[in-house]
C-alpha cells in the first residue's frame, strides 16, 4: 500500500470525469474546488467532494440546468455554508500535498546550480530553514484566501482587490525581502549538490507521508463502492 495512493488515483479519475462536462460547469467546478483549498486541510476530502459535484454537474447536464445554479447561483456563499461541515485536518496535510510537487523542481534547480555555478556555495541557513518558511506561508496563504471569500461576499470587489494587493506585499516581504536581507546575513554555506540532496530528502519524506496518511484516511473513508458479494 505504501506505494498505491488513493488521493492521487481519485484526483484522476476526477479529472477524467470533469473533461466531460461542458464549458459552464467545469469554470464552476474549478472556482469551487479552487477555494475549497482555503476551506480545509484535507485534500483527500476536498477530491471526494469534488467526485460529488461532477455527478451533481453531470445529473443538471441532463436536466438542463447547471451547477452554479444547482448551488444557489453564489459559489462563494456555498462554500461558507459548506466549510462548517468539513473535516480541517491539519496542515501536515498541505505539505504532503505540496512539498512533492514543488521540491522535485527545486533540487535538479540546486543540481543545475552546482554544475554550472562552479565552485559557487548557498547560504546554509536558507536552504534549511526553507521548507519551514514554506510550510508557515501555506498556513497563512490559505488564511489570506478564507478571510477574502468573506470579504468578496461582504463589502464587494474593490475591498478583495485590495486585499489581493496586501496578500502579495506580504507575500514578497516573506519570501523575497526577509530572506534576502535577513537570511542572507547569517554565516555558513552549502553547495548546489548538498542542497539539492536535502530538498529531494523532504520531497521523497513527503510523498511517503502523502502515501500513509492519505491511503489511511481512504480506508475508513473510500471514495470507491465496495463490491456485492453473493
Not at 150 to 171: D, E
Not at 172 to 183: D, I, K, T
Request: net charge positive; proline share 4%; with cysteine.
Amino acid at each position: 500500500m505504501l506505494f498505491k495512493n488513493q488521493y492521487t488515483m481519485l484526483r484522476k479519475a476526477n479529472d477524467m470525469s470533469a473533461e466531460t462536462l461542458n464549458t459552464e460547469n467545469r469554470t464552476a467546478l474549478k472556482e469551487i474546488t479552487c477555494y475549497l483549498l482555503y476551506m480545509t486541510w484535507n485534500c483527500y476530502e476536498i477530491e471526494r467532494i469534488r467526485k460529488d459535484l461532477i455527478d451533481i454537474a453531470a445529473r443538471c447536464e441532463l436536466e438542463g440546468r447547471t451547477l452554479r445554479e444547482e448551488v444557489g447561483g453564489d459559489t462563494a456563499r456555498f462554500l461558507l455554508e459548506l466549510a462548517p461541515n468539513l473535516p480541517r485536518g491539519t496542515p501536515l496535510d498541505y505539505v504532503c500535498i505540496w512539498y512533492p510537487r514543488w521540491y522535485w523542481i527545486f533540487a535538479p534547480l540546486y543540481l543545475i546550480i552546482a554544475l554550472c555555478g562552479g565552485d559557487q556555495q548557498l547560504n546554509l541557513l536558507r536552504i534549511l530553514i526553507g521548507p519551514f518558511l514554506f510550510m508557515g506561508w501555506l498556513a497563512l496563504w490559505g488564511w489570506f484566501r478564507r478571510m477574502e471569500l468573506k470579504i468578496k461576499i461582504h463589502y464587494g470587489g474593490l475591498a478583495q482587490a485590495l486585499w489581493l494587493l496586501l496578500m502579495i506585499a506580504v507575500f514578497v516581504l516573506l519570501s523575497v525581502c526577509f530572506p534576502a536581507y535577513g537570511l542572507q546575513q547569517v554565516p555558513g554555506t552549502i553547495n548546489g549538490v548538498g542542497a539539492a540532496l536535502y530538498e529531494l530528502a523532504w520531497a521523497a519524506g513527503c510523498q511517503i507521508w502523502q502515501n500513509i496518511r492519505y491511503n489511511r484516511w481512504a480506508a475508513r473513508h473510500p471514495w470507491q463502492e465496495t463490491p456485492r458479494t453473493a
